[in-house]
């Protein structure tokens, strides 16, 4: 008799350039809120380091202190990570940028982590240009210490409890470009397409590539009269651009029409394409950035999408012109002087 039996289809494993499936990308389960922002956020790092075909043991993760800052523990789990002091992360991020410059970095860090303890280390950080993609998850409120207003909560935003908030923002996109930041971008943990877009062009940039995403805390700082709920950045989110990413490994095959779209060239060969609603708008152009994001918050609004790129600066490891080879792996010959070298020095200072 004939064998009718037929073999089950078995789907072809996805991977990525590096021959690796998403898996291999992926952290620890979650312990945040289901629904929290941070988590989406989480979810797009995966996929576009995925995309990107980056090599996990290369990378670093840091972070502060904040349930943003517990993020790293939840992607990229083959990758190095250290989890600093609150807002004590972008000093740790440089100094371990600087000791090896073969290491991609990622730094997560919280509206508090960054906007109140952290602003003097923050503040530092853009100016040196340190190659590092930061990430703030901006929820407006410290989630982990239960919901209490942050310096990113907008005048009249509230507390579950009816507390009016009456201080005026910190704009962390105004700070980071006036500040000397190369890559300034905003986002929100909804909005899968422009947040992985933006991801994969701050992996292919060369500097500081500072990201704010608009995150909603669901459990303190998601109910109406928070500006930073979902209901509220879904209704109030200019998008500045359509933004299309073309990694340098691939054929640049990107169809665009002239005039209507910006092409910017990253570091790395990267290109990175923003469709332009405005046909003035150009990210290379630093006070027009600066208008946009205070027009905007005038009008309650956010404008997302990548505000503005400098793709040319030297970063801070090339400007301290750091040796190439890690620190940590070279030889003692090459970081102490010799004996004689020294027994010189001491000799002419007799
Ligand atoms: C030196 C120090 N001060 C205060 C705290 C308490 N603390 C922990 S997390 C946090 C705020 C976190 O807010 P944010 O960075 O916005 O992160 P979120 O939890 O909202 O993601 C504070 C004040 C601490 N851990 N260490
Ligand atoms: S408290 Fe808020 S920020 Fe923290 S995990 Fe829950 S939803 Fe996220
Ligand atoms: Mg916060």
Redesign the pocket.
Known sequence: MADTTTVPQVPPRKVNRLGLETSTYRGGKTTLCAGCG?NAISERIVEAFWEMGVDGSRVIKLS??????KSPAYFLGNSHGFNA???RMPSVATGAVLANKTLLAIGV??????G??GIGQFVHLMRRNVPLIYII?D?G?????KG?F?PTADVGSTLKNGIVNDLPPLDTCVLAIELGATFVARSFSGDKKQLSAILKAAVGHRGTAMIDVLSP?VTFNDHEGSTKSYAYVKQHDDVLGEISFVPFFDDITVEYEPGTTKEVVLHDGSRLYLKKLDAEYDPTDKLQALRVLHETARRGEYATGVLYVEPDRDDFATLLNTVDEPLATLPLDKVRPSKGALDEIIESLR
Do not use: F, P, R
């Not at 502060?64 to 800052?69: A, L």
């Not at 860090?109 to 960054?114: A, I, K, L, Q, R």
């Not at 409120?141 to 210490?145: D, E, I, K, R, V």
């Open positions: 941070h502060g202190i904040g349930c943003s800052s002091v609150h807002g860090s919280g509206d508090g982590d960054t109140a303890i998850e929820n409120c410290y989630g982990l210490t209490q942050s805390c």
